[in-house]
């Protein structure tokens, strides 16, 4: 993949839900060159739009949300011990014993009691989120105020690594769709188009639906890194969607029912243009797409997904080749749609 170093500077920014700014500046400097307008909405979304070789029969708008799960800390304890609260979807399961860091620059480990100290069925449950903490190695809470504040975000640490033909990094749920954009917005585009880069998604869709409600589009494609389930200890009846299989395309979830025709016509174009994809065999779970189709009058809406093993852990783990064909099949749906050419 040519521009990896691209996607690497993406995952290994750090844009907790709310406090986006590190992963704004890096999308800002790839493609303020490559648009005819910018725009920050009040939330903190970027608006982009960039002219194409035609006007659109139909105003389109391209979403892919720049921020990730993570923490906030919530009180500090007198021994210098952080709480905290998970922002976003983070299961109590990969957390003890894991490496984050405090405001992007204070590292601290989850506190997991040792194993040795285990009894019962301790072996068997996860700590729940309430009986945690983040140690930081101060030693009082006086200590620990002068490098943290109540209110400060957390996040895994950042994480970068290709090989084999796959990407392994911290939140590639969602830059990997922000990375998609990025490629689509180099490349001469038939017609005018609008990419949204959206801020909150993951406690709520939240900024995608105000940047809906400004550009006012007839369609939008949200760009995601979904989860695959093909891993080991899961049947494939419920993988959901591959590595390797291309694009995952939905059809319904939990906020959304799919415009059909795009759904539909999505995988057509991957079958006519030799292109991978796949449906997302799953109605779990949302995103953007879940404000942005009923914004104003309503929006008609298809969802692209980069498939992910792991998503919403430290480390997740993409195809090189399934976010080049994300890419690849965007750019040809959106041609159609953007020129009326799929109702």
């Given at each position: 993949?040519?521009?990896?170093?691209?996607?690497?500077?993406?995952?290994?920014?750090?844009?907790?839900?709310?406090?986006?700014?590190?992963?704004?500046?890096?999308?800002?400097?790839?493609?303020?060159?490559?648009?005819?307008?910018?725009?920050?909405?009040?939330?903190?979304?970027?608006?982009?739009?960039k002219k194409g070789k035609n006007r659109a029969a139909?105003?389109?708008?391209?979403?892919?949300?720049?921020?990730?799960?993570?923490?906030?800390?919530?009180?500090?304890?007198?021994?210098?011990?952080?709480?905290?609260?998970?922002?976003?979807?983070?299961?109590?399961?990969?957390?003890?014993?894991?490496?984050?860091?405090?405001?992007?620059?204070?590292?601290?480990?989850?506190?997991?009691?040792?194993?040795?100290?285990?009894?019962?069925?301790?072996?068997?449950?996860?700590?729940?989120?309430?009986?945690?903490?983040?140690?930081?190695?101060?030693?009082?809470?006086?200590?620990?105020?002068?490098?943290?504040?109540?209110?400060?975000?957390?996040?895994?640490?950042?994480?970068?690594?290709?090989?084999?033909?796959?990407?392994?990094?911290?939140?590639?749920?969602?830059?990997?769709?922000?990375?998609?954009?990025?490629?689509?917005?180099?490349?001469?585009?038939?017609?005018?188009?609008?990419?949204?880069?959206?801020?909150?998604?993951?406690?709520?869709?939240?900024?995608?639906?105000t940047a809906a409600y400004i550009v006012e589009p007839?369609?939008?494609?949200?760009?995601?890194?979904?989860?695959?389930?093909?891993?080991?200890?899961?049947?494939?009846?419920?993988?959901?969607?591959?590595?390797?299989?291309?694009?995952?395309?939905?059809?319904?979830?939990?906020?959304?029912?799919?415009?059909?025709?795009?759904?539909?016509?999505?995988?057509?174009?991957?079958?006519?243009?030799?292109?991978?994809?796949?449906?997302?065999?799953?109605?779990?779970?949302?995103?953007?797409?879940?404000?942005?189709?009923?914004?104003?009058?309503g929006v008609k809406t298809v969802t692209l997904a980069?498939?992910?093993?792991?998503?919403?852990?430290?480390?997740?783990?993409?195809?090189?080749?399934?976010?080049?064909?994300?890419?690849?099949?965007?750019?040809?749906?959106?041609?159609?749609?953007?020129?009326?050419?799929?109702?």
């Open positions: 993949m040519k521009d990896l170093a691209i996607l690497e500077k993406l995952c290994t920014a750090i844009g907790v839900s709310g406090e986006e700014d590190a992963v704004r500046a890096v999308i800002l400097q790839e493609i303020e060159p490559l648009a005819d307008s910018v725009e920050i909405t009040p939330l903190g979304n970027i608006i982009a739009f139909k105003k389109l708008m391209l979403c892919a949300h720049m921020d990730e799960v993570g923490f906030v800390i919530t009180n500090i304890t007198e021994e210098g011990f952080l709480k905290f609260k998970t922002v976003g979807g983070v299961r109590p399961e990969v957390l003890s014993g894991r490496a984050v860091l405090v405001n992007g620059k204070t590292p601290g480990v989850i506190c997991a009691k040792p194993v040795h100290l285990m009894k019962g069925d301790e072996f068997e449950k996860p700590v729940p989120v309430e009986e945690l903490s983040i140690d930081i190695g101060a030693s009082s809470r006086e200590e620990a105020e002068t490098a943290v504040q109540i209110g400060d975000n957390a996040s895994f640490v950042p994480f970068f690594e290709s090989s084999r033909g796959t990407v392994k990094a911290k939140s590639l749920d969602d830059r990997a769709g922000c990375f998609v954009l990025i490629e689509l917005m180099k490349t001469e585009l038939e017609f005018d188009t609008y990419f949204v880069f959206s801020v909150q998604e993951e406690i709520g869709l939240r900024g995608a639906g007839d369609a939008a494609i949200v760009l995601e890194g979904t989860t695959a389930g093909d891993i080991a200890g899961v049947e494939p009846v419920d993988t959901v969607c591959k590595l390797g299989g291309g694009a995952a395309v939905s059809f319904i979830d939990r906020r959304t029912i799919f415009t059909k025709a795009f759904f539909k016509r999505a995988l057509e174009l991957g079958r006519e243009n030799n292109i991978p994809c796949q449906p997302k065999t799953a109605s779990a779970g949302g995103n953007d797409a879940g404000s942005i189709h009923v914004t104003k009058s980069v498939p992910c093993r792991y998503i919403h852990g430290p480390v997740a783990i993409a195809s090189e080749a399934d976010i080049e064909n994300t890419v690849k099949l965007t750019a040809l749906l959106m041609a159609e749609i953007a020129g009326g050419r799929t109702v």
